[in-house]
């Protein structure tokens, strides 16, 4: 599906302003104008790689989907960007939270279907400063694997590491044809794509129970209301669906450009590389990071002090939850 022409000139007129862009983004992503909605049809795929830029995401925006392709032996490849040790505050070390989380990541997969995650330990909160080593990561899956498909956040998620990520789909795999957004913290407001997952709602369900250390910060039980509301398309709102986004990669700028504009507007006209974290503008509204910290401190995290652990992307690390303790959920 090519995103329409209308779409692209909005984004383009957009590119040189400075203000505005939340009022013309959404314009421009009222343009779309799909026709209709191919519900429930889940296309065969040999091989299929799905991105979280942080523990949680996939779960939370794909995991019926998923456990559907891995129910039907589809190979999946699981890349997790970050550890997610920003999510709950300073209530923890970084270290402890980040180990928690990219264990209960783990254990989440399993309960999908899918192999243990491949962990880049990327920075939370800063995946916009590490577009290259997330596309390279992706490029030499994608080298190996040729992936039919592609799993990642949708265009104009509000959290800037999710876009940082997608936009590293864009640049590893210009030519895709298949990129599916999911929909994570932001909804997308016209889906190209309802997949039905009422026969492994149970499984998302699980997965997301996994995330226990995410669900100090957030109710996950949002997730499965969310897909059951999702099925007024697809069942009269009696099963379970999820909703994509579906388009080839060289339409993703143009859209991520619109996201830019929509959420961090102080930080899109800087070149790439140095965007400046959410948090570190002052009386941006934007969130920082995955978990808002319900009732927890807010944690400072201005680059210089607070880092998460980061390795090199060569040194991957996959999880092997068989080997990992069971959550308490
Ligand atoms: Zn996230």
Redesign the pocket.
């Known amino acids: 599906m090519m995103l329409p022409r209308a779409v692209l000139r909005t984004a383009a007129r957009l590119r040189p302003r400075s203000s505005g862009g939340f009022v013309a983004g959404a314009l421009a992503l009222g343009s779309l104008g799909l026709p209709g909605l191919p519900l429930g049809t889940l296309p065969r795929a040999r091989h299929v790689l799905l991105l979280?830029?942080?523990p949680?995401?996939e779960s939370i925006g794909c995991g019926g989907t998923v456990a559907r392709w891995t129910a039907a032996r589809t190979r999946v490849s699981f890349l997790l960007v970050s550890d997610?040790e920003a999510s709950i505050g300073p209530v923890l070390p970084t270290r402890t939270i980040a180990t928690r989380r990219r264990r209960e990541a783990g254990i989440a997969a399993a309960r999908l279907g899918l192999p243990a995650p491949i962990a880049l330990g990327l920075p939370d909160g800063h995946l916009a400063d590490h577009v290259p080593d997330i596309a390279r990561a992706i490029r030499r899956i994608a080298t190996e694997d040729r992936p039919d498909l592609v799993l990642t956040?949708w265009a104009l998620e509000r959290?800037a590491?999710?876009r940082a990520v997608t936009r590293a789909v864009a640049a590893a795999l210009p030519d895709h044809e298949h990129v599916w957004g999911y929909e994570?913290?932001t909804p997308i407001p016209q889906p190209s794509h309802v997949i039905d997952v009422t026969a492994t709602l149970a499984a998302k369900h699980a997965a997301l129970r996994a995330h226990v250390t995410a669900a100090q910060a957030f109710d996950l039980q949002a997730a499965i209301d969310l897909a059951r509301w999702r099925s007024l398309a697809t069942r009269g709102g009696t099963g379970a669906a999820e909703a994509f986004l579906v388009l080839p990669a060289r339409d993703l700028d143009a859209l991520l450009t619109v996201g830019d504009r929509m959420w961090d507007p102080a930080s899109a006209d800087r070149p790439s590389g140095d965007h400046t974290h959410p948090d570190d503008v002052p009386g941006d509204r934007a969130p920082g990071r995955?978990a808002p910290g319900r009732g927890l401190p807010r944690r400072r995290h201005g680059r210089s002090t607070v880092r998460g652990p980061q390795r090199p992307i060569d040194r991957t690390t996959p999880i092997d939850p068989t080997t990992q303790g069971e959550s308490p959920a």
């Open positions: 979280a830029p942080h949680d995401d997610g956040p959290h590491d999710h994570a913290h995955d």
